[in-house]
């Protein structure tokens, strides 16, 4: 029996100002709890019934309507160098759209944050691209610009879409020209969600990928519809494996070409090589994004994890790749500091 898909996780935690206090939200064993909230369920009731609800509930519960959500897959994080974090100063201007409806606003996450796309540099090749977000009070249609900060994501979703990445909406929709009114972008309520699960900082940007990569993986409650999102789910799985395993074979990542594994065991590589270039095709389960991926044991010790055994964090029992015309070993690995060695063959 394969392990539990947050097994090789360890808890997570943010702050989140709540009404005038900072309070504590935790991730853990796959759920995201709002710490300083016993009786969380209670006062989800009363906001369905049109009550006042809390910031730290309106992220827990976004956190639950979104953990199949693709397009977390689509714009989130491709390796662990690759983060994208938003500055609480705009959190104060983003809403948190409550049960009720209204928008509320409040800081998310560590005030020091910077908002930047550091894998692919595309402001630097879009400059044109301008990003505004609108919101509107409950009960009017008036319409302001809320701030030009959402142009590292919106310049990710159009260049992963011109890369044929996914066939899925960002998480800003169309971009706009010289006039940020024109064709300029609306936020809806899922959209604002997204923003502030994605302000929670990247250790939870990685588990909320991991819980959607479940949803669609084999046994998850989606695996019955994953066909019709094939293409939307190999784009996320080869957007993530096709830079690891170039830096495992140290071969340019355009030569890696990724397929999803149907099958029960863990997949196969191929590696051919033409004029002395080398080119990998690879076939691993969806799964991959949620229990090895994700949890950053891509590559230990010079091998390409494939699968997770066992796992109950800091350590994992896996299988292990040295080279494509190999078969996989079993290894046992612990993460140490967030780095992960191999402790035993």
């Known amino acids: 029996m394969s392990p539990a898909w947050w097994a090789a996780f360890g808890p997570a935690e943010a702050q989140l100002r709540c009404g005038d206090a900072q309070h504590r939200l935790r991730w853990a064993d796959g759920t995201l709890q709002a710490l300083d909230h016993p009786d969380a369920e209670g006062e989800l009731v009363l906001g369905a019934l049109g009550g006042d609800t809390s910031p730290c509930l309106d992220v827990v519960a976004a956190w639950g309507k979104h953990c199949d959500d693709l397009t977390v897959l689509a714009i989130g994080p491709r390796s662990a160098s690759d983060q994208l974090t938003i500055p609480a100063s705009v959190l104060d201007e983003t809403p948190a759209v409550s049960v009720g409806g209204t928008l509320a606003f409040h800081s998310l996450g ?155 065991d863990w997949g196969e590589f191929a590696l051919t090589k033409t004029g002395g270039t080398g080119r990998l095709q690879a076939r691993l389960p969806l799964g991959w994004l949620a229990s090895v991926w994700a949890p950053g044991f891509t590559v230990v010790d010079r091998h390409l994890i494939v699968s997770v055994l066992d796992a109950a964090w800091p350590t994992a029992r896996v299988l292990a790749v040295r080279s494509p015309d190999q078969a996989p070993v079993e290894q046992t690995i612990r993460s140490d500091n967030g780095h992960w060695r191999v402790t035993s063959r």
């Open 110 to 264: 560590n005030p020091g944050l910077r908002l930047r796309s550091s894998g692919g540099g595309f402001i630097r090749r879009m400059p044109s691209a301008r990003a505004v977000i609108y919101a509107s009070r409950s009960g009017g249609s008036r319409r302001r610009p809320i701030r030009r900060i959402l142009a590292p994501i919106l310049n990710r979703a159009i260049a992963l879409r011109r890369a044929r990445m996914v066939p899925v909406s960002g998480l800003v929709h169309g971009w706009a020209g010289p006039s940020p009114w024109r064709g300029g972008f609306e936020a809806d309520d899922g959209q604002a969600e997204l923003i502030r699960l994605f302000a929670l900082g990247p250790p939870f940007q990685f588990r909320l990928s991991a819980a959607v990569a479940h949803a669609w993986s084999a046994g998850g409650p989606n695996a019955g519809r994953a066909e019709r999102a094939r293409p939307a789910l190999t784009a996320a799985l080869a957007g993530r494996l096709a830079p690891a395993a170039a830096d495992w074979l140290d071969i340019d990542p355009d030569e890696v070409e990724v397929n999803m594994h149907g099958g029960a």
